[in-house]
């Protein structure tokens, strides 16, 4: 779906769906944004405008929530999510080197796609599984006790043309 | 009230003073970087902490209140440590170009690490690489030098409402800029100028348009013109060791001429004019029926600006006056070009000015060029001129009084009057009530408008009928008027306003975002008395007793609102997009 070229009503429809639940509840900018990011991958600028009008909030405003949270992202990811778990754990047993190893074989840093979108790269915080640090996840698949010179054969799971 | 102990001084203050305040009272100045105090405290800074006896923690004095028999010290070796580390740490993401900056030697942060003796950088660099942004043409955001301290923040989200500059990101990732990094010039900022004002560093300042009038007085083939704003006058000598306030008018004539202008006019005559067209349009929709009320001034570019962004919906109670500033650089290249026999191509109109936005208003729309060339070519700001004074060597202090030139000079009290919040009010009710009863006021004062309030809301007698008015200063205190009016048209009430004077710097143009930094509302109401004092003395008081506006108007205009005065005197409004990206 490009917002770009989505239609202003079917956008303004769409926030207003999920805005009006949470009519008037203090704090409620979060969770909007956070269903707006569930839907749409990221928190495009087009429905920023519309949720700071709908809410009567400056854009700014917005701006500054989502840019304070690691979560939200202002631009759509890659299709497929490498998140490396910078927990203490995995911190300890080497994901740095793996943080290291997938900005190299991406070309990208962590917070950004790759050109072809095929990929984006993101460090996250506890993963919830310890033991078996270090954790790296693409998509919905967890790798393992990875170590940096197996980066390569996982990326090459979801490269194009790839077997999956 | 609290009675308390600082640095062993007995000191009573009202509850909930902050310490930093209280210490104030007994002569006692606690550094500080973040603190303005025409904001509220954000404990951004760092360096206000002391000590209070029986505590170990060193709070920050900007932010806590004092309380009923605290001991506290403000300054001993840790103290003074602790603050050295956290300037230390500040200088570690500025960069060191002090001697090229636009505060140089007026910079908050160079007189404390001057103060604190800092001679050596402790800490490895770490510098912000966003962008320098001067794409408003008014000022100039320079994020490495940034210290995080939230003053412009503050300002443009709770002083003026714009909301142009945020906070983005967090901790060492942390700058300010419009919502999604784009430029300020694609942001909703009105170029009031007022992060300029308040920022303790040289982070934003304004655009530097000096060397533009240099060239032009340097140009044989330019007949220079130039105007002072009404402001200026009071608040130009806070640079050269007068009081604020003191009216220096007249050295200022001198010093222009001495600059090598060909002409010195005075835009307080401008002001005259402004008064004559918008009394008129005031007089045909109050008296006559003739289009909305209520009536809202427009000499400010900031406010038009915002407006236009914010709240189009009341363009059609926008007088179609231009800006004192705008009328006098249009008549400059038309009317005393004529008399002179000059070509307007060849006269360059400088204006100095207490404002940023005046460099945006100069080319807004169409309009501003309504003698076939742009009417005001330069507009530099106090701070400007102040550095042009000390570049021509010339000793300002100690310069003899002169005169303006005329035709575009001499001027009333009312046209003094605009520079301070409620001024243009006072100074239209003078004319407009003349207007309506053809008889001169018996007293030409209306208190009731004057102060710093920050919205005023009276109402006058003229010829027996009641003029509801309203003075809002500061953009945020704009909204409360803009919403009572709108509502009484969507309900059909009577309308709570006939009249409506806004200004968008807090006290108008004499605490403009070009005017002399360190303003507060004690130094706000000094220049304001400078200007009524100003007023007070002038043999004339009203906008229309002035001889040269009235010849201007025999002469060349016939009368106001004539076709004549229209093309030139007036211009129109649209919606704007508050964000371009």
Same mark, same amino acid.
């Given at each position: 779906?490009?917002?770009?070229?989505?239609?202003?009503?079917?956008i303004?429809?769409?926030?207003?769906?999920?805005?009006?639940?949470?009519?008037?509840?203090?704090?409620?900018?979060?969770?909007?944004l956070?269903?707006?990011?569930?839907?749409?991958s990221?928190?495009?600028?087009?429905?920023?405008?519309?949720v700071?009008?709908?809410?009567?909030?400056?854009?700014?405003?917005?701006y500054?929530?989502?840019?304070?949270?690691?979560?939200?992202?202002?631009?759509?990811?890659g299709?497929?999510i490498?998140?490396?778990?910078? /927990?203490t754990?995995? +911190?300890?047993?080497?994901? !740095?080197?793996? @943080?290291?190893r997938?900005?190299? =074989?991406?070309?990208?840093?962590?917070?950004?796609?790759?050109?072809?979108?095929?990929?984006?790269?993101?460090?996250?915080?506890?993963?919830?599984?310890?033991?078996?640090?270090?954790?790296?996840?693409? /998509?919905?698949?967890v +790798?393992s006790n990875?170590? !940096?010179?197996? @980066?390569?054969?996982?990326?090459? =799971?979801?490269?194009?043309?790839a077997?999956? | 009230?609290?009675?308390?102990?600082?640095?062993?001084?007995?000191?009573?203050?009202?509850?909930?003073t902050?310490?930093?305040?209280?210490?104030?009272?007994?002569?006692?100045?606690i550094?500080?970087l973040?603190?303005?105090?025409?904001?509220?405290?954000?404990?951004?800074?760092?360096?206000?902490?002391?000590?209070?006896?029986?505590?170990?923690?060193m709070?920050?004095?900007?932010?806590?209140?004092?309380?009923e028999?605290?001991?506290?010290?403000?300054?001993?070796?840790?103290?003074?440590?602790?603050?050295?580390?956290?300037?230390?740490?500040?200088?570690?993401?500025?960069?060191?170009?002090?001697?090229?900056?636009?505060?140089?030697?007026?910079c908050?942060?160079?007189?404390?690490l001057?103060?604190?003796?800092?001679?050596?950088?402790?800490?490895?660099?770490?510098?912000?690489s966003?962008?320098?942004?001067?794409?408003?043409?008014?000022?100039?955001?320079?994020?490495?030098?940034?210290?995080?301290?939230g003053?412009?923040?503050?300002?443009?989200?709770?002083?003026?409402?714009?909301?142009?500059?945020?906070?983005?990101?967090?901790?060492?990732?942390?700058?300010?800029?419009?919502?999604?990094?784009?430029?300020?010039?694609?942001?909703?900022?009105?170029?009031?100028g007022?992060?300029?004002?308040?920022?303790?560093?040289?982070?934003?300042?304004?655009?530097?348009?000096?060397?533009?009038v240099?060239?032009a007085?340097?140009?044989?083939?330019?007949?220079?013109?130039?105007?002072?704003?009404?402001?200026?006058?009071?608040?130009?000598?806070?640079?050269?060791?007068?009081e604020?306030g003191?009216?220096?008018?007249?050295?200022?004539?001198?010093?222009?001429?001495?600059?090598?202008?060909?002409?010195?006019?005075?835009?307080?005559?401008?002001?005259?004019?402004?008064?004559?067209?918008?009394?008129a349009e005031?007089?045909q929709?109050?008296?006559?029926?003739k289009?909305?009320?209520?009536?809202?001034?427009?000499?400010?570019?900031?406010?038009?600006?915002?407006?236009?962004?914010?709240?189009?919906?009341?363009?059609?109670?926008?007088?179609?006056?231009?800006?004192?500033?705008?009328?006098?650089g249009?008549?400059?290249?038309?009317?005393?070009?004529?008399?002179?026999?000059?070509?307007?191509?060849?006269?360059?109109?400088?204006?100095?000015?207490?404002?940023?936005?005046?460099?945006?208003?100069?080319?807004r729309?169409?309009?501003?060029?309504?003698?076939?060339?742009?009417?005001?070519?330069?507009?530099?700001?106090?701070r400007?001129?102040?550095?042009?004074?000390?570049?021509a060597?010339?000793?300002?202090?100690?310069?003899?009084?002169?005169?303006?030139?005329?035709?575009?000079?001499?001027?009333?009290?009312?046209?003094?009057?605009?520079?301070?919040?409620?001024?243009?009010?006072?100074?239209?009710?003078?004319?407009?009530?003349?207007?309506?009863?053809?008889?001169?006021?018996?007293?030409?004062?209306?208190?009731?408008?004057?102060?710093?309030?920050?919205?005023?809301?009276?109402s006058?007698?003229?010829?027996?009928?009641?003029v509801?008015?309203?003075?809002?200063?500061?953009?945020?205190?704009?909204?409360?008027v803009?919403?009572?009016?709108?509502?009484?048209?969507?309900?059909g009430?009577p309308?709570p306003?006939?009249?409506?004077?806004?200004?968008?710097?807090?006290?108008?143009?004499?605490?403009?975002?070009?005017?002399?930094?360190?303003?507060?509302?004690?130094?706000?109401?000094?220049r304001?008395?400078?200007?009524y004092?100003?007023?007070?003395?002038?043999?004339?008081?009203?906008?229309?007793?002035?001889?040269?506006?009235?010849?201007?108007?025999e002469?060349y205009?016939?009368?106001?609102?004539?076709?004549?005065?229209?093309?030139?005197?007036?211009t129109?409004?649209?919606?704007?997009?508050?964000?371009?990206?």
């Amino acid at each position: 779906m490009d917002i770009e070229k989505t239609d202003i009503e079917d956008i303004r429809r769409n926030v207003e769906e999920i805005c009006a639940p949470w009519e008037g509840r203090p704090g409620n900018l979060i969770m909007i944004l956070h269903q707006i990011q569930n839907r749409y991958s990221y928190v495009p600028r087009r429905i920023s405008f519309e949720v700071a009008k709908r809410l009567s909030i400056p854009l700014a405003r917005i701006y500054e929530v989502i840019t304070f949270y690691n979560y939200f992202k202002l631009e759509p990811p890659g299709k497929n999510i490498v998140s490396v778990c910078m /927990g203490t754990a995995c +911190y300890l047993k080497g994901a !740095p080197s793996l @943080v290291e190893r997938l900005g190299q =074989e991406l070309g990208i840093k962590p917070g950004e796609s790759t050109r072809d979108k095929n990929f984006y790269l993101q460090v996250v915080r506890c993963l919830g599984c310890c033991g078996l640090a270090p954790v790296l996840t693409v /998509g919905q698949k967890v +790798y393992s006790n990875v170590r !940096p010179e197996q @980066v390569p054969g996982i990326l090459a =799971e979801y490269r194009q043309g790839a077997v999956v | 009230m609290v009675k308390a102990v600082i640095n062993s001084i007995p000191v009573e203050v009202p509850e909930n003073t902050s310490i930093l305040d209280a210490a104030k009272t007994v002569g006692v100045n606690i550094p500080i970087l973040c603190k303005h105090p025409d904001l509220h405290a954000s404990a951004a800074c760092g360096i206000c902490v002391v000590k209070m006896k029986g505590s170990q923690k060193m709070p920050r004095a900007c932010c806590t209140p004092i309380e009923e028999g605290m001991d506290i010290v403000t300054h001993d070796p840790e103290i003074v440590s602790v603050r050295k580390t956290v300037l230390n740490l500040i200088l570690s993401n500025h960069p060191n170009s002090c001697l090229t900056c636009g505060r140089n030697t007026q910079c908050e942060l160079q007189t404390a690490l001057a103060d604190f003796g800092i001679r050596e950088e402790p800490y490895d660099k770490l510098l912000c690489s966003a962008p320098l942004d001067s794409t408003t043409g008014t000022i100039v955001l320079d994020p490495p030098k940034c210290i995080k301290c939230g003053r412009c923040v503050t300002v443009c989200q709770e002083m003026q409402n714009v909301w142009a500059l945020s906070f983005l990101e967090r901790g060492i990732e942390t700058r300010i800029s419009p919502a999604g990094d784009i430029s300020l010039g694609d942001s909703p900022c009105v170029r009031c100028g007022q992060c300029s004002a308040h920022c303790p560093t040289g982070a934003i300042v304004e655009k530097d348009d000096t060397e533009k009038v240099w060239a032009a007085l340097q140009n044989p083939a330019k007949h220079c013109v130039v105007q002072i704003a009404p402001a200026v006058r009071v608040t130009l000598g806070e640079h050269f060791g007068f009081e604020p306030g003191v009216n220096l008018s007249k050295k200022i004539y001198t010093l222009l001429r001495r600059m090598g202008f060909e002409r010195v006019f005075d835009t307080n005559f401008g002001a005259d004019l402004t008064i004559m067209e918008e009394a008129a349009e005031f007089v045909q929709r109050f008296v006559h029926g003739k289009s909305v009320l209520p009536l809202i001034t427009t000499c400010c570019p900031s406010w038009v600006d915002f407006m236009e962004k914010m709240h189009p919906d009341m363009i059609e109670h926008f007088s179609s006056s231009k800006s004192p500033h705008e009328m006098l650089g249009v008549l400059a290249k038309t009317y005393y070009a004529e008399k002179q026999g000059l070509s307007p191509a060849d006269i360059e109109v400088v204006s100095v000015m207490p404002c940023t936005a005046k460099k945006f208003e100069i080319h807004r729309s169409r309009e501003m060029s309504a003698s076939g060339f742009q009417d005001v070519d330069t507009s530099v700001t106090t701070r400007e001129l102040s550095r042009m004074i000390r570049q021509a060597g010339i000793d300002f202090a100690n310069l003899p009084d002169g005169e303006c030139d005329p035709p575009l000079g001499d001027y009333s009290g009312a046209g003094t009057l605009f520079g301070t919040t409620g001024g243009v009010m006072e100074a239209a009710l003078r004319t407009a009530a003349f207007m309506i009863t053809k008889e001169k006021l018996p007293r030409v004062e209306f208190e009731n408008v004057r102060g710093l309030k920050g919205v005023r809301e009276t109402s006058v007698t003229v010829a027996g009928k009641e003029v509801r008015i309203a003075v809002a200063h500061g953009l945020a205190n704009v909204e409360y008027v803009i919403e009572k009016i709108r509502k009484a048209k969507k309900d059909g009430a009577p309308l709570p306003y006939h009249f409506v004077e806004v200004m968008a710097c807090p006290g108008g143009c004499i605490g403009g975002g070009g005017q002399p930094y360190g303003v507060t509302d004690e130094l706000r109401a000094k220049r304001a008395r400078g200007l009524y004092s100003d007023d007070k003395n002038l043999p004339r008081r009203c906008s229309y007793e002035n001889p040269y506006i009235q010849q201007l108007y025999e002469d060349y205009l016939g009368e106001p609102l004539s076709k004549k005065a229209h093309e030139l005197l007036h211009t129109t409004y649209k919606p704007r997009p508050m964000y371009q990206r």
